[in-house]
């Protein structure tokens, strides 16, 4: 369990940089001080790094991955192999739960929870008992949504939490997540994904929380206090976050590793802003640099983003650990290093701490520094940032994992109840003319028809889960006896493998059309014998995740519904019958043709591991949906970049010769099965000075019959200022239930800073002048009252 440290992580590390002195003299006792739990974590560190050699320093700069069968006999770790691999020990280790690289993983991509404890302790206990210092390792997991490793419980995909518009429950989902990957030997959680969702063909917006930078940074402080806890030191039950990817921004082309050109102003207005925000209010632990170049320079040897701007004006403290390949991809990638030598100088330069996932370049330090290429001194401030982790944590005193617990506390009814909680509250309603909800007493005859209708789709960086409930179970197990629900795949997205299985690290095959062409014929018929449609398209994980090579991508360069999914659309239309159409997917979705023509839409994502219960609750009435939004849904390809946070040159002229161009759906657009009304914003103070709060109130009304949720979104705009702003920014929000006719007044309080930008000079500053501020339930329906501050 972890120690009671007596100095934060924070006040040490901040003076890790400077060349650290030789080892403290062992206590009276003969015990080395950084085996005492009782001694502050600089000493301990201190300590600790006075008596390691140069080779068993960098040791703990390197990690090993889950493909390493070097270490592992028949797929089971062997102390004997390590002896050989890792005499100097490790800093830590990737995805213990994954079988990539054994004999099992062909057939089966994950261990069982036991076996992964097994596997963790056994490391550990080799790492404590036979190498010379006895330096246990860090573990890092996936824990995008949910813990990716086997029967952990999944939630809806980032784009569905934020989709949520409740930073409470998100909170609440992630200290589950925590604990599920603590219990289970993991140190280090690899989320949240902080990048703005502003290009849809980038497969990796399924692992954003939306466009906006004020919301993301609520989800990605809620993520890291939930995963980490709201105070330091680490807690039992906790684990390390890591802050991704610094900086995405918006790839050229919607590829993955592409260049992110953009202003050094944009960069502040928006793609930092996250960043800056969740370093301030919640303290991570790490941040992982992103692949790309940014304003020219890789990520991954950028001293001007990780130094200046990560360390001395977002005021970062912690450890900076490279994306997998991050280092090496200098020289196969990008060209700006001959030799994997060469990119360890220039990584560590910039200030890299550990290279995942195998430290290869890392390996090539110590003959750096004897070459004197590097210095010994950046060494000492690396490790340093990794031994505080691991004293922090307390892996000295307990390095081992509670086999019985972790078998008993994954995945519990509790867990469970929450993911289907996340999953109804992610919904979002696009459409609808009235034919939802439907009625669970009224005799009809259902079509459940799609490719996306049976098997539960988690999206990426998920495991799999024996618990699973998919759209039409889900839909089987809550409709009464007076309906009659039928099935037929209508289309097959891509081509299934032998396991049938739809997993992110698959590649995607193309679906054969005259197949195809067969399960529509088959779709019509049992459509024809219906009263209502339930159409479930939209995505699988194959097509939509991170782009690793040439033969797994998940970027796109159209997004209307992949493969033969229009011809289905098609078809169930020229039914004549009423459709309810469900996308389950991982972006934002041109599916103009299905909007127009379905009597409703909604909006479900990758909704997790509940997702089928959830969407039978919402389906017949049982819950009300009340999701909105985070991302802006074009008509075409050929709007983007569109997002509603747009300069106000762009909203002036946006018109093609096509046409104008309007979104499909705007940003925090999203319907209920009830009606609101939101009052004019009042300001009980109408002018204030620079440096001023102020506070905005709004009354909001349920005007229907059902109880339901409502999200309140209040967006600035100044009206004149030294450099164009955005048109609307989003500045806070509430998510509120209220039952039949209640009415409620939000009260919202911010503080000057949310008026401030940067201004002709780059400074960061509130300038005099008006501002209009506006409330409503999207950024397409607003209300607004003018705010004037005075110098």
């Known amino acids: 369990m972890p120690v009671d440290i007596a100095i934060s992580r924070r006040a040490f590390v901040a003076s890790a940089m400077a060349v650290l002195p030789t080892a403290v003299a062992a206590k009276p006792s003969g015990r080395p001080i950084y085996r005492d739990p009782a001694a502050p974590v600089a000493d301990r560190v201190r300590d600790l790094l006075g008596r390691m050699t140069l080779e068993e320093k960098v040791a703990q700069m390197r990690c090993i991955q889950y493909t390493k069968g070097d270490i592992l006999d028949e797929g089971v770790f062997s102390a004997a192999k390590a002896q050989k691999v890792l005499p100097e020990g490790i800093g830590q280790f990737g995805s213990p739960s994954d079988t990539f690289g054994t004999p099992r993983a062909s057939k089966d991509y994950y261990r069982e929870a036991g076996e992964t404890v097994d596997y963790i302790n056994a490391v550990q206990r080799f790492l404590v008992e036979q190498t010379r210092l006895g330096i246990p390792a860090l573990f890092h997991e996936e824990t995008a949504h949910g813990l990716k490793s086997r029967d952990a419980t999944i939630f809806p995909i980032p784009l569905g939490l934020g989709s949520t518009w409740d930073p409470a429950l998100v909170e609440q989902i992630f200290t589950l997540v925590g604990r599920e990957a603590r219990l289970r030997g993991a140190t280090v959680a690899l989320s949240p994904v902080l990048d703005l969702a502003r290009d849809p063909r980038f497969g990796r917006v399924e692992e954003f929380f939306g466009e906006d930078p004020y919301l993301v940074a609520q989800m990605g402080i809620a993520s890291v206090r939930g995963q980490q806890g709201r105070a330091r030191p680490l807690g039992p039950d906790k684990i390390f976050t890591t ?371 959830a969407f039978a609750d919402m389906l017949f009435g049982r819950i009300n949906p009340g999701g909105k939004l985070t991302v802006t849904f074009p008509r075409s390809v050929g709007e983007l970049p569109l997002f509603y946070n747009e300069h106000p040159s762009v909203k002036a002229r946006r018109r093609y010769v096509e046409g104008k161009s309007a979104p499909l759906f705007p940003f925090g657009h999203g319907l209920s099965y009830t009606s609101f009304d939101l009052s004019v914003p009042r300001l009980p103070k109408a002018a204030i000075k620079v440096g001023e709060a102020f506070i905005v109130e709004v009354d909001v009304t349920n005007t229907g019959e059902r109880a339901g949720d409502e999200v309140v979104q209040l967006y600035i705009r100044d009206d004149v200022s030294s450099v164009p702003r955005p048109v609307l920014e989003l500045k806070s929000f509430r998510r509120v239930t209220l039952a039949p006719g209640e009415k409620q007044t939000l009260r919202f309080e911010l503080g000057a800073d949310a008026l401030a930008f940067w201004n002709i000079d780059m400074n960061r500053v509130v300038e005099p002048g008006t501002f209009t501020l506006s409330t409503g339930p999207s950024s397409a329906s607003l209300k607004t009252v003018k705010l004037t501050v005075t110098a």
């Open 243 to 613: 802050l991704k990817h610094f900086v995405h921004g918006a790839p050229q082309g919607g590829l993955n590793t592409a260049p992110a050109d953009m202003s050094e102003r944009t960069l502040r207005e928006a793609y930092l802003v996250p960043f800056e925000e969740v370093i301030k209010v919640a303290d991570p632990a790490i941040i992982m640099p992103s692949y790309n170049e940014l304003e020219g320079v890789p990520s991954h040897a950028n001293v001007e983003l990780l130094e200046k701007t990560g360390r001395q004006r977002l005021g970062f403290k912690g450890a900076y650990f490279s994306d997998y390949g991050g280092v090496t991809n200098l020289v196969t990638d990008h060209h700006v290093a001959e030799d994997d030598s060469g990119a360890a100088v220039l990584a560590l330069e910039a200030g890299i701490d550990a290279e995942l996932p195998d430290g290869k370049a890392y390996k090539m330090l110590p003959e750096l520094v004897r070459a004197g290429r590097v210095s010994e001194a950046r060494i000492d401030a690396a490790v340093s940032r990794v031994l505080a982790l691991k004293f922090e944590a307390g892996l000295f005193e307990n390095p081992y994992v509670d086999r019985a617990r972790a078998l008993r506390q994954i995945n519990t009814p509790a867990a469970i109840k929450l993911a289907r909680t996340a999953a109804q509250k992610a919904l979002v309603l696009l459409k609808n003319d009235g034919v939802l909800p439907l009625d669970p007493n009224n005799a009809r005859k259902l079509a459940v028809i799609g490719p996306n209708a049976v098997e539960p789709l988690f999206g990426g960086y998920s495991a799999v889960n024996a618990k699973a409930v998919g759209i039409l179970d889900g839909i089987r197990a809550a409709v009464g006896p007076r309906i009659s629900v039928t099935h037929a795949e209508g289309v097959r997205i891509i081509k299934p493998d032998l396991t049938g299985q739809h997993l992110p690290g698959k590649s995607a095959r193309f679906a054969d059309p005259t197949e195809n062409a067969s399960l529509i014929e088959e779709a019509v018929k049992v459509a024809q014998e219906a009263d209502t449609i339930l159409l479930v398209v939209g995505d699988v994980p194959e097509i939509t995740r991170e782009t690793i090579s040439t033969s797994s991508a998940g970027d796109r360069s159209t997004l209307g519904l992949f493969g033969d999914q229009d011809k289905l659309v098609e078809a169930m239309i020229a039914t004549g019958k009423p459709i309810i159409a469900l996308l389950i997917n991982g972006r934002p979705l041109a599916v103009t043709r299905l909007a127009e023509k379905a009597n409703a839409l909604v909006e479900g994502w990758y909704l997790g591991q509940e997702g089928g219960n």
